[in-house]
């Protein structure tokens, strides 16, 4: 039975001596352009995951490799380097295959 129901996309971060926690967010800024979007402008200190899940449809998942995927992707068609908030992030869900390697010009 599909639903009307949208996916929420959350981020677990990292405050440093404050702890972990999963972060708070307005019902309309859990979609995932918005978290990725949100990401990678630095509204997250220290991002730990992201999670995926919706009720109605009776599912959850951890999107982080995705996530990670996707924000190296969107910097490689800028020719621009992961954030330096976000690198970590990126170095520890994102495949090989996808980081940018820079060429020295000599």
Same mark, same amino acid.
């Given at each position: ?9 959350? &981020?677990?971060? %990292? ?10 967010? %307005?019902?309309?800024?859990? %979609?995932?352009?918005? &978290? ?13 995951? &992201?999670?995926?899940?919706?009720? #109605? ?5 951890? *999107?982080?490799?995705? *996530?990670?995927?996707?924000? /190296?992707?969107?910097?490689?068609? /800028?020719? #621009? ?5 976000? /690198?970590?992030?990126? %170095?520890?869900?994102?495949? /090989? ?8 010009? &000599?």
């Amino acid at each position: 039975m599909p639903s009307d129901e949208p996916s929420v996309y959350l &981020v677990a971060d %990292d405050f440093g001596r404050a702890g972990r926690a999963w972060r708070e967010a %307005d019902l309309e800024t859990t %979609d995932l352009e918005t &978290v990725i979007n949100d990401l990678i402008a630095g509204e997250y200190r220290r991002p730990i995951k &992201v999670i995926a899940f919706n009720t #109605s449809e009776r599912w959850s998942e951890d *999107v982080s490799e995705d *996530v990670a995927r996707e924000i /190296q992707h969107r910097c490689n068609l /800028q020719l #621009s380097d992961v954030p330096s908030h976000l /690198q970590e992030f990126v %170095d520890r869900y994102a495949a /090989q295959d996808l980081r940018q390697f820079s060429l020295r010009l &000599v």
